[in-house]
Every structure is written in C-alpha cells, then in structure tokens.
C-alpha cells in the first residue's frame, strides 16, 4: 500500500471544535478515518469502548464527547 498524499493539520470536526491532524490518502472500505496513538495523546483522549464514547479535550481546555451508535454510523453529542 503507497501513501503519498499527505494532509497536514487537516481540520478533524467534532461539534463546533476542530482537532487537527496529520492525514495520509488511502484507499478504505470500511473506515473513513483512522487516528494514531499520537493524535490521540495530543488531544487526551478517553476511550469508553462498552458506551461507544470517546471524549477529547479542546484547544481551550473543553471537554468535547462523539458517541458511536450501535451498528453503522456516529452521532456528535453533550457529555454524560
């Protein structure tokens, strides 16, 4: 697999909060994204694997949540 296309600082939207990130182009089949362990870390993210939940923290600090919906698809929302 070649990844020549490289975006850097790529704006990644959650909410109304960007969260840039490094991307390479490639082709997927069943992902639209795939985020590595330093993006991660950058943005202190918390992974809740049984409530499909993933929270990040913003530039200023803020908490900003993006839930999974069971099956396909995602949907943005508040904090619990």
């Known amino acids: 697999m070649s990844c020549e296309e490289l975006y850097e ?3 990644v939207k ?9 991307l390479y182009k ?4 069943d992902f ?3 985020l ?5 870390a950058r943005y202190q993210a918390q992974i809740n ?6 929270t990040l923290k913003g530039r200023n600090r803020e908490k900003v949540v993006h839930r ?3 099956g396909i698809g995602s949907k943005i929302g508040d904090a619990d």
């Open 32 to 34: 639209g994204i795939i």
């Open 14 to 22: 959650m909410h109304e909060f960007e969260f840039p990130a490094d």
């Open 49 to 54: 694997c049984p409530k499909r939940k993933i």
């Open 68 to 70: 999974g919906l069971l």
């Open 9 to 11: 600082g790529y704006p």
């Open 36 to 40: 590595g362990m330093d993006w991660l």
């Open 26 to 29: 490639f082709e997927l089949t």
